[in-house]
């Protein structure tokens, strides 16, 4: 058994800053302490309350598992108390006397360089029962472990540079905290206050949590029914947002929920969200992803990753289902075939309210894909159990819809009547791929082209083939199969002056190109690189380039447009002064070019010493001209 000594210690250096930064500052929304206080009271219970289900022996099993809070205007005390699993006393050493997290010293630097109110940052690096100390002038906390053969103990500090520990009398499992309040926070002593602050932030805990006040009987002051297990109909538009809030700590309301209740192929009840924003502040609240899992509304786990597929990670929410049996084990819950079925049918909902979404209120669907367009993009990459479902749910943006959204099946639509295949580009980003010169073709043929700029549209596009009933096919395909222009415009180069500009481009890019070859598809650009037909691996350069550190440029076919004036002038150079420097400079420049336009281009600075050559030649030919 540990010594009953009581004993002084000092507390690390990042929590006296913390606690300096706590106690001093102009902190205007003071009162997420008691959320903070509620929300540990609340998994404490939770703890203890699963503990039972496999122990016999825990302290006090007859205790109701509640949260009481005690208010003493005369006295400036605030007290909360909870039947929870409690902790002895190398608990409260590691759990309040110290942070045993790395993040405390982030939290401190954002803290100081004021990158974040506190309110967004406190909680989320295991510091939110130190927020206490924006209220207090001293806290105790007195807790009884659930184990027989553990003593209560009783810390304390003033929020200064020490904490005292000391053995307590307190014979009933749980945790007391009492707190003195500073003269500025007179208020939270008030009754009143502290029943809106319950409503406000932990109206949902699934535990009563009793007001106590020095006249009165004690009464519950939050809602605390499972708004999951309650019928959809009866349940306000509201109350899922403040639901939401409170399990979530999000300022912001959701941007979709979803109620589900059935009993059958599996007993389920469940609320999901999707957040309004993929980021939701300089940091998160919640330090993991993962739905809540309930038997029988008891949590089983906090963080369950295995009721979604991992590309629906950013989803938040509960689940419950009286088919888990109460005594599962957190190991065996993966294994569990409820699971299986859970887990299709939450996933088969999703699917389908998104794409009622999609179909109904483009407007709010747009916002939703430009924050998770990713994520579902990544799971038709790794599902295809629901890749057909997820097909149905994507929107690019192409060549012909501006700035809006566009799905394969309006793609298709709107296809010319002898059109064969839906086309796509890859690209850097929307600015490279509008200006690319595969697009020159379709552009003179009023053709819609798919803008992919995502790193993941490699990885799409080599998985998916067709969509809407069509094949998808890459324009920089050499082997695309387009109705040919008529050939009689002006300015073509002579066959006898481009040969020879042919031969002198391979000579001069060597093994960086495949071939080099006339263009029957370009129009207003000079050249273009395009994929040879064994070159199984086109859509993934990109991502290549940006995750390889070895990467290396692939050879491709480089077309030149015989139209064009620069190749004209060019093949002209090559037969009358095939010694000027400016026909190799130029060369690479169109080649580099291209690599760039394609978003393969490992390093453009090496592009700035040519670029430089050329212009003083250009500058230097318009000054002798003049």
Same mark, same amino acid.
């Given at each position: @058994?540990?010594?009953?000594?009581?004993?002084?210690?000092?507390y690390?250096?990042e929590?006296?800053? =913390?606690?300096d930064?706590?106690?001093h %500052?102009?902190?205007?929304?003071?009162?997420?302490?008691?959320?903070?206080?509620? *929300?540990?009271?609340?998994?404490?219970?939770n703890?203890?309350q699963?503990?039972m289900?496999?122990?016999p022996?825990v302290?006090g &099993?007859d205790?109701e598992l509640?949260?009481?809070? $005690?208010?003493?205007?005369?006295?400036k005390?605030?007290t909360l108390?909870?039947?929870g699993?409690? @902790?002895?006393?190398?608990?409260?050493?590691e759990?309040?006397g110290?942070?045993?997290h790395?993040g405390?010293?982030t939290?401190? $630097?954002s803290?100081?360089?004021g990158q974040?109110?506190l309110e967004e940052?406190i909680?989320q690096?295991?510091?939110?029962?130190?927020?206490?100390?924006?209220?207090?002038?001293?806290?105790?906390?007195t807790?009884?472990?659930?184990?027989?053969e553990?003593?209560?103990?009783t810390w304390r500090s003033s929020?200064d540079?020490?904490?005292?520990l000391?053995?307590?009398?307190q014979t009933?499992r749980?945790t007391?905290?009492?707190? +003195?309040l500073?003269e500025?926070?007179a208020?939270?002593?008030?009754?009143w206050?502290?029943?809106?602050i319950v409503k406000? +932030?932990?109206d949902?805990?699934s535990?009563p949590?009793?007001l106590?006040?020095?006249?009165?009987e004690?009464?519950?002051?939050?809602?605390? %029914?499972a708004?999951?297990?309650? *019928?959809p109909?009866?349940v306000?538009?509201?109350e899922?947002?403040e639901?939401?809030k409170?399990?979530?700590?999000?300022?912001?309301?959701?941007? #979709? +929920?979803i109620h589900m209740v059935?009993?059958a192929?599996?007993?389920?009840?469940a609320v999901?969200?999707i957040?309004?924003r993929r980021?939701r502040?300089?940091? +998160?609240?919640?330090?993991d992803h993962?739905?809540?899992?309930? *038997?029988?509304?008891i949590l089983?786990?906090?963080f369950n990753k295995?009721?979604?597929?991992?590309?629906?990670?950013?989803?938040?929410?509960?689940?419950?289902?009286?088919?888990?049996?109460?005594?599962v084990?957190?190991e065996m819950?993966?294994?569990?075939?409820?699971m299986?079925?859970m887990?299709?049918?939450?996933?088969?909902?999703?699917?389908k309210?998104?794409k009622?979404?999609?179909?109904?209120?483009?407007d709010?669907?747009a916002?939703?894909?430009?924050e998770?367009?990713?994520?579902i993009?990544?799971g038709v990459?790794?599902?295809?159990?629901?890749?057909?479902? #997820?097909?149905d749910?994507?929107?690019?943006?192409?060549?012909k819809g501006?700035?809006?959204?566009?799905?394969?099946k309006?793609?298709a639509?709107?296809m010319?009547?002898d /059109?064969q295949a839906?086309?796509?580009?890859l690209?850097e980003?929307l600015?490279s791929v &509008?200006r690319?010169p595969h697009?020159?073709?379709?552009r003179?043929h009023?053709?819609?082209?798919l803008?992919?700029?995502?790193p993941?549209?490699?990885?799409?596009?080599?998985?998916?083939h067709e969509a809407?009933?069509k094949p998808l $096919?890459?324009?920089?395909d050499?082997?695309l199969s387009?109705?040919q222009?008529?050939e009689?415009? /002006?300015?073509?180069?002579?066959q006898?002056?481009?040969?020879?500009?042919l031969?002198r481009v391979?000579a001069? =890019?060597?093994d960086r190109?495949r071939?080099?070859?006339?263009s029957?598809q370009?129009v207003n650009?000079?050249c273009r690189?395009? *994929?040879?037909s064994?070159?199984?691996?086109r859509?993934?350069?990109r991502l290549r380039?940006?995750t390889?550190?070895?990467y290396?440029?692939?050879?491709?076919?480089?077309?030149l447009?015989?139209?064009?004036?620069?190749?004209?002038?060019?093949?002209?150079?090559?037969?009358?002064?095939p010694?000027?420097?400016?026909?190799?400079?130029?060369i690479? /420049?169109?080649y580099?070019?291209?690599?760039?336009l394609?978003?393969?281009?490992?390093?453009?600075v090496? @592009?700035?010493?040519?670029?430089? #050559?050329?212009?003083?030649?250009?500058?230097?030919a318009?000054a002798?001209?003049?």
């Amino acid at each position: @058994m540990t010594d009953a000594t009581p004993v002084s210690l000092e507390y690390r250096t990042e929590v006296k800053q =913390l606690l300096d930064i706590l106690a001093h %500052s102009l902190y205007t929304d003071r009162e997420i302490f008691l959320r903070e206080l509620i *929300s540990n009271a609340s998994d404490a219970l939770n703890r203890v309350q699963y503990e039972m289900l496999t122990n016999p022996d825990v302290v006090g &099993a007859d205790q109701e598992l509640a949260i009481r809070i $005690q208010v003493d205007a005369d006295a400036k005390t605030l007290t909360l108390v909870d039947s929870g699993i409690g @902790m002895n006393r190398d608990e409260l050493v590691e759990n309040l006397g110290t942070i045993a997290h790395s993040g405390a010293r982030t939290f401190l $630097q954002s803290a100081g360089e004021g990158q974040a109110a506190l309110e967004e940052i406190i909680g989320q690096f295991g510091v939110g029962f130190y927020s206490v100390f924006m209220v207090a002038d001293a806290v105790s906390v007195t807790s009884r472990s659930f184990r027989p053969e553990d003593q209560a103990w009783t810390w304390r500090s003033s929020g200064d540079s020490r904490f005292t520990l000391e053995p307590a009398a307190q014979t009933e499992r749980g945790t007391t905290i009492m707190i +003195h309040l500073k003269e500025d926070a007179a208020e939270f002593a008030n009754g009143w206050r502290i029943e809106q602050i319950v409503k406000k +932030h932990s109206d949902y805990v699934s535990f009563p949590i009793y007001l106590v006040e020095p006249e009165g009987e004690p009464r519950i002051v939050n809602r605390r %029914s499972a708004l999951w297990r309650q *019928s959809p109909s009866k349940v306000e538009a509201q109350e899922y947002e403040e639901f939401y809030k409170q399990l979530t700590f999000d300022s912001e309301a959701p941007l #979709l +929920h979803i109620h589900m209740v059935a009993d059958a192929p599996v007993n389920l009840r469940a609320v999901l969200f999707i957040p309004a924003r993929r980021e939701r502040g300089l940091f +998160h609240l919640r330090p993991d992803h993962g739905l809540r899992l309930y *038997s029988r509304k008891i949590l089983i786990q906090q963080f369950n990753k295995d009721l979604l597929p991992d590309y629906y990670r950013f989803v938040d929410g509960v689940v419950d289902s009286e088919d888990l049996p109460l005594n599962v084990s957190r190991e065996m819950v993966q294994s569990n075939p409820v699971m299986r079925q859970m887990r299709r049918a939450l996933t088969n909902r999703l699917n389908k309210e998104l794409k009622t979404l999609a179909d109904e209120e483009p407007d709010r669907y747009a916002t939703f894909w430009q924050e998770f367009g990713v994520f579902i993009k990544e799971g038709v990459v790794t599902d295809t159990a629901n890749q057909e479902a #997820l097909v149905d749910l994507l929107r690019f943006r192409t060549s012909k819809g501006g700035d809006a959204w566009v799905s394969f099946k309006e793609v298709a639509e709107r296809m010319q009547p002898d /059109q064969q295949a839906i086309y796509y580009v890859l690209g850097e980003d929307l600015k490279s791929v &509008a200006r690319s010169p595969h697009l020159d073709y379709f552009r003179a043929h009023d053709i819609e082209v798919l803008y992919l700029v995502d790193p993941i549209d490699g990885y799409v596009t080599s998985i998916l083939h067709e969509a809407a009933g069509k094949p998808l $096919q890459n324009v920089d395909d050499a082997g695309l199969s387009l109705p040919q222009d008529d050939e009689t415009a /002006q300015d073509v180069v002579a066959q006898e002056a481009f040969g020879p500009l042919l031969a002198r481009v391979k000579a001069v =890019l060597g093994d960086r190109v495949r071939d080099v070859q006339e263009s029957k598809q370009l129009v207003n650009s000079p050249c273009r690189l395009v *994929s040879p037909s064994d070159s199984f691996d086109r859509d993934l350069q990109r991502l290549r380039r940006l995750t390889e550190e070895d990467y290396t440029t692939p050879a491709k076919v480089l077309e030149l447009n015989r139209r064009h004036p620069l190749v004209a002038n060019l093949a002209r150079l090559v037969t009358s002064t095939p010694d000027d420097p400016v026909i190799d400079a130029a060369i690479e /420049q169109l080649y580099d070019n291209a690599l760039l336009l394609d978003g393969l281009h490992a390093n453009p600075v090496d @592009m700035v010493e040519r670029i430089q #050559l050329l212009m003083e030649q250009a500058v230097a030919a318009k000054a002798k001209a003049d």
